[in-house]
């Protein structure tokens, strides 16, 4: 007989964590933490409750009663709601009792007496968890014989979303998504009793930015999006995993297809990004992938017309061209709204070239640079500690990132200190929030670094820097310093660049990022005066997207030869030479980056549009006509080359950055270049300052060839402070002149108590009257004039 | 006749002042613009939704759950009558018929002259008065037929003005609680002492 000492051990065993639990659900023994729901912990163990309400990524409510379960108490078995009890030490759970049984089929009765069961004419019908769980859970009959509850059917609740009352069971699922998730509780449960029913406040739509998602976690068809009502049944869709590249959140998606058309985009839980919600404009701009408007064939400009060419005589075209022009005379821009792959044959094309003048951005975010500072993922910026804002209104161009920066201050783990020209999405939920005019913005910075309070909490935890480029009309040195400014006061910060197009950061990453400070501006300039031989656009839109649109179509004008690889004829592409159609969203294979470095894979769906291909694969063609072999002919070659050139892909190379988290790319800092910061003129009292944002619908073209959402941006407008208004003397939607020695615009005014007096607010890229014309590249802020006109 | 007038907003500033949190007072604004006109107005709902930091929505959502807050035009006499139990046996129904053909009009509606409206109601907790009902929530007993004309009569020749006023005032007399009585914006977890005007009195 041996003796065992066990002494050693029990003196090395660690404490046993306080917060552990063990609990048992039909006799398996489950591990739980405490403050779990029992129903969580039977999800992980894949012990299935029924359940309608409840949803993991928000607040229990307990509504629907679908998921009782019964619980051993001291007097005996007794049935609780599982969604609203906590696991607790010993607790012995059963989900499949007789009278768990029957309650959950009361239950499936109860919520079925008034439900109509119009399931064949139904758009959720197929996908239904009230029909799915009324099969698994239900007792097949109801004794319910009377006449069930009538409403008016369907009616619009926004431009995007209709309600059918008879249907809904009152989960409120939507209603917590509208109060919680969005923040814009613009439908609410109304009367009472038997006659409850969600609703808008009359005349008052539900005209959130995240209204998609109520329709997607309604768990039954009383919400639906016009843009797929009645368009396909969900036995017939297919699907693939995807990430969202409308904006660079990055969002992990489903594209729904069915006849080779795409249907739906569906939001899909990524934990470290988007946590199942997407916003509607990324969520319903498959249409536009749709358009009837797409290219399909290569156009040759002939005389002030287009004409359909073939591939290989476009192709043969364009070589002839860069062939005679030396390397430094051509440039690209552009190469953010494709994939890493797309951007990087691009790049390598321009390597293999000699091509230097390349920029993925428009002038209209900011310098490398940003991507030298130690860098932060959403993750950690919600963690916990001091988020410092120096970016656009994020629900107007990131709004999932919104989305999960706003949990974070609700939930009081981040305090946010928002510095911006006026206020936005998150100044409500920010612990301090400063206007700085344009150009004020680094040192309202510096004197907020100042205050004693303020060091006090950005020296109490982790400090996260969101910057982006906040205002059009303020040269982004400012944004840069004010990074700098922080950077250099609490050195552990980081900084969580937010760019907006869907791919900016892979494509910076993969090689398109402006050498030796030749960025698109200077590009532009160049092309202006006449240095540029061949300016190649990919997908780039820069009559469009430059703030200064003069320069842009200086430069657009001045280069001998444009060529646009595009997916529509956009106002750049219609003044090119030679234009390609490309595969679009959903039509292509690839990886994209997100604004955290993040890389996850995108899927084709569908057949591309027409004659359509991937943007790499031009660039591999054009470079071997070139007589430069860059050894690729599959996307897999092209991932291969791409993991072992650019620094840091080679973790994409695994099967990991296909899978739904994808893996955060860390690329080797550039250097930083010295900041110049140009100092604002000082103004006379009768001008206004003008901060220009982007709005989340606007005339970008993925949204304007969406009929949902092409009707939904507000149009050009300025708005300043009532008393401001007062003075100009001009009545609230009545047409004011702004002008400065550049240029005047006639424009819609109207007021805002939330912008700062001297302050004029116009959003960018709207329909309408264009306020670029008065933007200057060289002119660090834009001071107008503005007079009524009558 | 819409958002809250300038002397409502001051009072409504001084209620809201009154709680922690300023959607607390969500309910008496609600009562302070029915007041103001008769009935709740949409305006009023976005207006109130401005004052305690809530959409328009949320406040239609809470008042809409209140049967005494009517969203459309109502006499200036709200009459319930009541129909539950106790009132039907003892002649409820007959005295709905009365009022109907006294009045001209069918329940739930209200006359020409925006004087009466007329409403069935559950039961007004006075089964031992039966039949009963109320005016602008003043209550008459054992009412008669007669008894219910001679009401009628009087609310018309303005007899009874002083007792009771038109529908949406609660009170004749409102009661003012000095502000340094109130909490003010605090946490409802930071409130350790009972209110001021239990005078040192343990809360409960």
Redesign the interface.
């Known amino acids: 007989m041996t003796t065992i000492d066990n002494s050693a051990d029990v003196a090395e065993m660690p404490e046993p964590d306080p917060n552990a639990v063990s609990i048992t659900i039909n006799g398996k023994t489950v591990a739980a933490r405490k403050g779990e729901l029992i129903i969580a912990a039977a999800d992980r163990v894949d012990e299935y409750i029924p359940r309608f309400c409840y949803h993991p990524r928000m607040s229990s409510v307990g509504m629907c009663r679908q998921c009782l379960v019964e619980v051993e108490g001291p007097r005996g078995p007794m049935m609780v709601v599982s969604c609203m009890t906590p696991v607790a030490d010993g607790q012995v759970v059963r989900t499949d009792t007789p009278q768990v049984k029957r309650a959950h089929e009361g239950i499936i009765e109860l919520l079925l007496a008034n439900h109509p069961l119009d399931c064949p004419v139904c758009d959720k019908g197929g996908e239904c968890p009230l029909q799915d769980q009324a099969f698994s859970h239900g007792a097949g009959e109801s004794r319910f014989v009377e006449e069930k509850r009538h409403y008016e059917k369907p009616i619009p609740i926004s431009d995007l979303v209709f309600l059918d009352r008879e249907r809904c069971i009152l989960c409120d699922r939507c209603t917590r998504f509208a109060d919680e998730v969005a923040g814009?509780?613009?439908?609410?449960?109304?009367?009472?009793g038997n006659n409850t029913q969600v609703?808008?406040?009359?005349?008052?739509p539900f005209a959130s930015y995240f209204s998609g998602n109520t329709v997607q976690i309604c768990p039954v068809g009383a919400l639906t999006a016009q843009p797929y009502r009645f368009k396909a049944r969900p036995w017939d869709l297919e699907q693939r995993e995807s990430t969202c590249t409308t904006c660079s959140v990055g969002c992990r998606t489903v594209v729904q297809s069915s006849r080779d058309e795409l249907l739906r985009y569906q939001g899909v839980d990524s934990d470290p990004v988007n946590w199942g919600w997407l916003c509607d404009r990324g969520r319903f701009n498959f249409q536009s992938v749709n358009s009837e408007d797409r290219l399909e064939h290569p156009l040759v400009k002939s005389g002030d017309s287009f004409a359909q060419t073939s591939w290989s005589e476009a192709m043969e075209s364009i070589a002839r061209t860069l062939r005679h022009a030396s390397p430094g005379s051509v440039a690209i821009l552009g190469g953010a709204r494709g994939t890493n792959e797309d951007a990087f044959m691009w790049a390598q094309l321009a390597d293999a070239v000699g091509i230097t003048m390349r920029d993925a951005q428009l002038d209209d975010g900011l310098p490398t640079d940003i991507f030298s500072y130690p860098q932060a993922t959403i993750d950690s910026a919600c963690a916990g500690g001091t988020i410092i804002l120096l970016a656009p209104d994020l629900k107007e161009e990131l709004p999932v990132l919104h989305i999960r920066l706003r949990d974070a201050a609700e939930k009081k783990r981040i305090r946010i200190i928002e510095v911006s020209a006026t206020e936005s999405g998150l100044t409500k939920n920010a612990w301090r929030s400063v206007r700085a005019e344009s150009g004020t913005t680094s040192a309202v910075v510096q004197s907020l670094l100042a205050d004693a309070q303020v060091a006090a909490q950005l020296s109490s935890g982790p400090v996260v820097v969101v910057a982006g480029r906040g205002n059009l009309a303020e040269s982004a040195s400012h944004t840069m310093s004010a990074v700098d400014a922080v950077v250099s006061a609490v050195p552990s910060a980081t900084v969580l660049p937010v760019l907006r197009r869907g791919n900016v950061r892979g494509a910076l990453s993969v090689g398109l990022a402006p050498r030796s400070g030749a960025d698109a501006a200077a590009i532009l300039e160049a092309s202006a005066n006449g240095r540029v031989e061949c300016l190649i656009l990919l997908g780039a839109d820069p009559l469009s997207d430059v703030p200064d649109a003069d320069l842009a179509r200086r430069g657009i004008a001045g280069a001998k030869c444009v060529v646009a690889l595009d997916t529509f004829l956009t106002p750049s592409a219609a003044h090119a030479d030679i234009v390609l159609p490309v595969a679009a969203y959903g039509e292509k294979d690839g990886t994209t980056m997100n604004l955290e470095g993040r890389v996850t894979n995108v899927v084709q769906k569908i057949t591309a549009r027409g004659t359509s291909r991937a943007d790499w694969m031009i660039a591999a063609e054009l470079a071997d006509s070139l007589g430069h072999d860059l050894a690729v002919t599959t996307l897999a070659d092209v991932q291969k080359k791409m993991a072992s050139t650019v620094p840091g892909f080679g973790a994409t190379t695994t099967s990991v950055a296909i899978k739904r988290d994808g893996v955060v790319v860390s690329v080797s800092s550039p250097v930083r270049t010295p900041l110049s910061v140009a100092s604002a003129a000082p103004r006379n009292s009768y001008e206004f300052r003008v901060a220009m944002g982007r709005k989340l619908y606007d005339k970008a073209v993925g949204t304007a060839t969406s009929p949902a959402l092409s009707n939904l941006a507000s149009g050009a407008r300025v708005t300043i402070h009532p008393l401001d208004l007062e003075r100009v003397g001009a009545a609230v939607g009545s047409n004011v002149r702004v002008s400065n020695a550049h240029s005047s615009v006639v424009l819609p005014v109207f007021s805002s108590e939330s912008v700062p007096r001297g302050t004029a607010i116009v959003p960018f890229n709207q329909p309408g009257a264009d306020i670029r014309e008065l933007v200057r590249h060289g002119e660090s802020v834009i001071d107008v004039r503005i007079e009524s006109v009558s | 006749m819409a958002r809250l007038n300038e002397d409502n907003v001051r009072l409504a500033r001084e209620i809201i002042g009154r709680y922690p949190k300023p959607r607390s007072a969500t309910i008496p604004l609600l009562h302070l613009a029915q007041e103001q006109d008769g009935y709740v107005t949409n305006e009023a709902m976005a207006h109130i939704g401005e004052l305690v930091g809530a959409t328009s929505a949320e406040v239609y959502g809470t008042a809409s759950f209140y049967e005494m807050f009517k969203f459309e035009p109502v006499g200036k006499y709200l009459i319930n009558i009541c129909g539950t139990m106790s009132c039907a046996l003892m002649g409820a129904e007959e005295l709905m018929h009365h009022a109907e053909e006294r009045l001209g009009i069918h329940m739930g509606g209200t006359t020409p002259d925006g004087m009466f409206t007329l409403e069935r109601a559950e039961c007004q907790a006075a089964c031992t008065e039966a039949p009963c009902l109320q005016v602008n929530y003043r209550y008459r007993f054992r009412v008669t037929p007669q008894n219910f004309d001679d009401l009628v009569n009087q609310l018309s020749s303005g007899q009874l003005t002083e007792e009771i006023p038109q529908h949406g005032t609660l009170t004749v007399t409102r009661q003012h609680i000095p502000a340094d009585r109130g909490v003010g914006a605090v946490d409802p977890e930071l409130v350790t002492e009972g209110p001021a005007w239990l005078d040192g009195k343990a809360a409960l």
Do not use: A, G, N
């Not at chain 1, 609703?199 to 008052?204: A, H, I, L, R, V």
């Open positions: 814009d509780p613009l439908i609410s449960f109304t009367q009472r609703m808008t406040f009359p005349d008052e």
